[in-house]
């Protein structure tokens, strides 16, 4: 039964009466709030989520900064876990069993794992039901009884991308739902759209967005797709307050945009907006890239975080970019050199195992160490660096050449366990030519 | 020649060097960002636009959003005026004299009234130059000698809605301009974009940014169009640090949309952003309504102002909405009623001169009297209870009436010298049917 503010009332009294300690068992967007909330009252959080992530709905690297934020704000996160059993401890305390063999004890337990239709008077009145309960509704909102109609979380909607069916439990699609229905109550007209589940949250100081479907989901629906990531600074460097986004942007190999996911500080909700918007109208990367957004020092740069994943997308499809992933290194070639192009500064204090460095101000003139039948895989922070070596070494003839997609600082949020050396670059690689 | 650098250093030596006044000539970006910083030193500053408002490139009502925050700074704002004279008035002194007969004493000028392409060393070359000495370029951005490119704020571009030619110095185009030129000199294709000119502007605590022409752009283009105004709020009303936006949108007799100015504070750019993508889409008024952009309370509404412009505009070409406007006040049509459907706590401290009130929750009570065969204007303060009173009194049987756009919020914006009275609501209106 849906109780959300009496179950608000309810935990506030909790707070008010003492409570020290709580377990929220969920990490999507109820979970992620409510921890915020509690700690802000003071309460030792632990959050327990099945999944092997917080916010499933993200792709496992996106979600990772949303991880690390809980944990510098001090909430415990138990992930791949579940609640097995909780059980009354004695003055006001209860014991909650977890799937790894752990207990807590806690004053109050919160569940937020997951959002399920509640449509039993739907059922009893005999109306088509679809997926894990939902209302099955035409292009008009109307259910099998054409005098009922059927909007917001209680539905099955198509999602705007693979087109199967979905859940989308959020305000805005249901918003627009009743509108749609009104209208064609009305005689107006009146369809239901497609949904993107375009979604954002922020937690502690930290915002994730996303709009679209994820690399996951586009895996399982089977539909072909590139991803880039990046990490530009949300407003021109030199004005102050500027704080880098992470955005990830995934598009079809004709260059149809289909999702995006963002994490960062201000400005991530904007950039996951205007790719709603371009997702919407059947944009490509190149219409990205070419997008004319406001542009002034407090708000953007002359070339937008838009701007630049449309342009880096683009140069994914045109060749001019070829890129490599964390997954790599679990599967690496033998034959494959690492190169870091990073200055030596930023190498001494971690770096990839095995990896050389030559920074890529010094390319140029080192080209002589760099062996010509072995691919390279170039990295550096962000991947704008090592996308400038695959240029320059691409036009001294390497054939193989490879750029990390968002850099370290991507890779180290896709292989958390990722342990880099430290220490001085060696002198020099292998002779070119070997 | 462009000294932009050089020439800030220089003001910042006068500032040091204990200049406390200074006039600046020109209120566009430039003569407003430097009235801010001025004023942040501490100096008392003199802005003098030659055109009857700031931001001669935003429409007057939305450009006086500025004006107000200028003068709620303690800048000294003199509009339709332009320096005629300057003259050294001794110790350092200037004496700047005005076009209204006054003179200001300052420590520093500041023209900041324009930007003109520097295409002399083009024209001695003897390349085709356009509209004020601008460069003509091809859509390749290829000059008359066509070994020769032209980019950036020297190249005439066309306009993206009016198809016209214009002059769009801005960073983002020349950005894309100089990727674009590349690409056609590696032989890639390579186009320029057409231009919208999308600006964005902080004065102080207040911002506005444009997208596409304005009214006063379209009117000169002979281009038909409908505007509407809101004034929503940049995110939930319950969340804190909520505050109105004022949105105006434009667009065509079909519904596509053509152009948007926004002020307020956080959130605007956003805004424009999204409907920059929405123009540059070819979208229309009806998509802007089924924008799924990304909820939740620190950074929207379930329903976002993006949409809500599209709604009210989608509203409108449906004729479920008719609008009156400032100028309707200009030119009074004496048989019509002006109703004023706030409340009268509302109503008693400023309301139009001539107005009843019935609150609009107290409408359907007090149909009787209000006459049928008169045009009513009916205003509240942002549009909204209007609408609403718009679509009883419309279901009701009155077949003439019109809600003020975006209240009397739009309005005092747009008629500034407009005075309200004060006073009760008067007991009775017109009984019905006389």
Known sequence: ?????????????????????????????????????????????????????????????????????????????RLGTSVTALREAGSGTVAASL?????????LVLLAAGVRPETSLAAAAGLALGARGALLVDEHLRTSVPSIYGVGDAIEVADAVTGGPALVPLAGPASRQGRAAADHLFGRGGRRSPVLGTAIVRVFGTVAATTGPGEKALRAAGIPHHAVHLHPNNHAGYFPGARPLHLKLLFAPDGRVLGAQATGGDGVDKRIDVIAAAIRAGLTVDDLADLELAYSPPFGSAKDPVNLAGMVASNLLTGALALWRGGDLLHPNPQAVLLDVRSAAEFRPGHLPGAHNIPHTELRQRLGEIPRDRPLLVYCASGFRSYLALRLLRQNGWPDVRSLSGGLSTLQLELPGLTLDQGEPVAELTPAGR
Chains 1, 2 share one sequence.
């Open 1 to 77: 039964m849906l109780r959300t503010v009496p179950d608000v009332d309810v935990l506030r009294e909790l707070v008010d009466g003492g409570a020290r300690r709580a377990v929220i068992v969920g990490a999507g967007f109820i979970g992620l709030e409510s921890a915020e909330a509690l700690r802000h009252r003071g309460l030792a959080v632990t959050l327990v989520e099945l999944a092997g992530q917080v916010m499933p709905g993200l792709d496992p690297e996106m979600a990772r900064s949303i991880e690390l934020e809980l944990l510098r704000a001090g909430v415990e996160v």
């Open 99 to 107: 799937s790894d063999g752990s207990q807590v004890l806690t004053d």
